[in-house]
């Protein structure tokens, strides 16, 4: 067995020893749980600062940080019996998904006990004796403190039983973490890259996302922080319940890590004319130069104005859907018919409203996907990707409007136009309609992850929907606002008239 392998078996021993710690204290106690989670979060530190010392190498405690708030989440989670709640499931996820990817970028780059993280041997240089307690208390102790508070939140989110459910804000957090996870999974990427493929010790990481700002791995991290508070908000959480975890990051980040690497960095030639040139932390000058960039106007404010609407009514309907709160359904059936009415506006500006929302502009074949995807396609309004998904959600949203008209659960709720058809015919849109979420779900999900990598890749395209103009060589689109309204009142008449058929 290799030396690290016999590292990584060390790891695994003393974590298994610090878990069945903190099982023994949950159940002894019987307290409230925010308080039992406490104990053993603290108990099991102990239990891996003791393999610290054992094996003389405070490098051990590192993946704590990314192990214990996945496992907090589960026992608050258990432990509140909300397993039925959509927006749990969604935030367990995050917090999963945040935990293994920086459990895993922590593994690759361990290189086993041989060797300790270069600020704890600096401090072990400069406390001498004393290093041990010092790493008990400030690098044992400290940092499980400070992740148990930005958990709070995640606690409230996970716990509570008066939260607002998939709102708004809710997804608004929930974006914030993906944005930030991709973020730090790009960033540590071209790190391990860079370290790989540099030509001299010294050199300074400027390029890809390090060009944006000089610290992206921990903007990503302090954002996934964000991201808890924010859904935490969402639910009705004070201020200090919400935003502890937020400040204690700020804190930890902008006050001890950033400036101690700052400070040893420093030395390196060429890190003080990158320093002047890139800001720490928010990238605003990128951003900025993103929208200085000469745009042209391509979606017209009917088209915008739809578009948000479109996907608040649609958000709606899916949570008043999947929440399975009967008092729900006459909310959801109200949302169907929006969404319907947004629908057949669509279609009618798809072929009488501005340039480039018209049916001729969404057509998709696979020479051009093909050279999409190889960088060689021509800059237009639509690219073919984005053509192609505009064209799923449109058909999605509209089968599940039509046939929401026909279902029934054959006990409370039943469409308005159910009883003009078979019974057989409405089994069969009962049927659709129970499936075809499924693929609009996934044409979000398609949707938001790709408009992340455009962020990534500094193509502000996402940001064309609020402004409406876009970096492409194209006549400009004219406004049609008195169609529009037209169009909004016809598209209204005729769901008005179709309801009234019941």
Not at 64 to 83: C, D, F, N, T
Not at 445 to 471: E, I, N, P, Q, W
Request: with cysteine; aromatic share 12%.
């Amino acid at each position: 067995m290799s030396e690290r392998s016999r590292s990584f078996l060390w790891v695994g021993v003393a974590y298994a020893a610090a878990l069945a710690a903190a099982l023994a204290c949950i159940v002894a106690m019987s307290a409230h749980p925010l308080l039992e989670a406490a104990v053993a979060d603290l108990v099991a530190t102990l239990v891996v600062f003791g393999f610290s010392l054992a094996l003389r190498n405070s490098s051990l405690y590192d993946p704590y940080w990314s192990v214990a708030p996945p496992l907090l989440g589960l026992y608050w989670w258990l432990e509140a019996g909300r397993v039925d709640d959509p927006l749990g499931w969604l935030v367990l996820a995050l917090v999963l998904a945040w935990g293994v990817r920086l459990t895993a970028n922590w593994a690759y780059g361990w290189r086993g006990l041989a060797e300790e993280d270069w600020r704890y041997r600096d401090l072990q240089a400069r406390t001498g004796v004393w290093y041990w307690p010092v790493s008990l208390l400030g690098l044992h102790l400290m940092p499980t403190v400070m992740v148990f508070a930005g958990c709070v939140p995640l606690f409230y989110v996970l716990s509570s039983d008066g939260g607002a459910g998939l709102g708004v804000w809710a997804w608004a957090g929930l974006v914030i973490g993906v944005a930030a996870l991709a973020l730090e999974s790009r960033a540590d990427v071209e790190l391990h890259r860079f370290r790989a493929e540099r030509e001299h010790p010294q050199a300074v990481l400027s390029t890809g996302v390090w060009s944006w700002c000089r610290h992206p791995n921990y903007l990503g991290e302090i954002g996934f922080w964000v991201a808890l508070g924010v859904v935490a908000w969402s639910q009705g959480a004070s201020w200090f319940m919400g935003g502890v975890g937020i400040l204690v990051m700020f804190g930890l980040f902008g006050v001890v890590s950033i400036p101690m690497i700052e400070r040893k960095l420093s030395a390196r030639p060429g890190y003080a004319s990158y320093r002047q040139s890139t800001r720490m932390l928010l990238p605003v000058g990128r951003l900025a130069a993103a929208l200085d960039t000469p745009l042209t106007s391509v979606w017209d404010l009917p088209l915008r104005l739809w578009h948000w609407l479109f996907a608040l009514v649609i958000g709606g309907s899916l949570y008043t859907g999947l929440a399975g709160d009967i008092s729900l359904m006459e909310t959801h059936m109200l949302l169907g018919y929006g969404v319907l009415a947004l629908v057949l506006f669509r279609l009618g500006w798809a072929g009488w409203g501005g340039s480039y929302a018209r049916f001729r502009h969404y057509t998709v074949s696979p020479p051009r996907m093909l050279a999409h995807f190889r960088g060689t396609a021509r800059p237009t309004a639509h690219t073919a990707p984005g053509a192609a998904i505009a064209i799923v959600f449109v058909i999605g949203a509209a089968l599940q409007a039509v046939t929401g008209l026909f279902t029934t659960d054959d006990i409370f709720t039943e469409g308005p136009l159910h009883g003009h058809v078979s019974p057989d015919l409405a089994e069969a849109m009962t049927w659709i309609h129970h499936r075809v979420f499924w693929l609009v779900l996934g044409a979000i999900g398609v949707h938001l992850t790709a408009h992340l990598v455009y962020a990534l890749r500094k193509d502000m395209t996402a940001l064309a929907m609020f402004s409406g103009r876009k970096a492409v060589d194209v006549p400009p689109v004219r406004a049609r606002a008195t169609l529009a309204l037209v169009t909004a009142a016809v598209a209204g008449g005729l769901v008005w008239g179709l309801l009234s058929l019941a």
